[in-house]
């Protein structure tokens, strides 16, 4: 069992930065890591991912060129740099772990997640 707790959410004004972080309970150095983010009344939606050890990373469209996701696998940890934030970047980010395995981008393929953090970001 993985359990992931994640830190970092904040308000922000548009154009700024945050830094996202997401620790688990054991070792996910093989685990693909992903963040989700959830609007009010909107799905979850798939913002970025990293697989492998050394950290393949894919991104939503709307989020490419801003955001970076990386991990630490010595801290079991891993991060999402979000830079020039914009108003609709605001949602509660979650993070989410999947064994090793077919690389997924919908949240129901992700069996393990945290309990969210709420990111603001006003205009």
């Known amino acids: 069992q993985v359990q992931l707790v994640e830190y970092g959410g904040g308000l922000v004004q548009a154009g700024g930065s945050l830094r996202l972080s997401c620790t688990a309970s054991?070792?996910?150095?093989?685990?693909?890591m992903a963040w989700f983010r959830q609007a009010p009344g909107k799905e979850r939606d798939f913002v970025a991912a990293?697989?492998?050890?050394?950290?393949?990373?894919f991104y939503a469209h709307s989020v490419e060129g801003r955001f970076t996701i990386s991990r630490d696998n010595n801290k079991n940890t891993v991060y999402l740099q979000m830079n020039s934030l914009k108003a609709e970047d605001t949602a509660v980010y979650y993070c989410?772990?999947?064994?090793?395995?077919?690389?997924?981008?919908?949240?129901?393929?992700?069996?393990?997640w945290g309990q969210g953090t709420q990111v603001t970001v006003s205009s």
């Open positions: 990293c697989t492998g050890m050394i950290c393949s990373a």
């Open positions: 989410a772990a999947d064994p090793p395995g077919p690389f997924h981008t919908t949240a129901r393929d992700y069996p393990y």
């Open positions: 054991g070792r996910i150095s093989t685990y693909a």
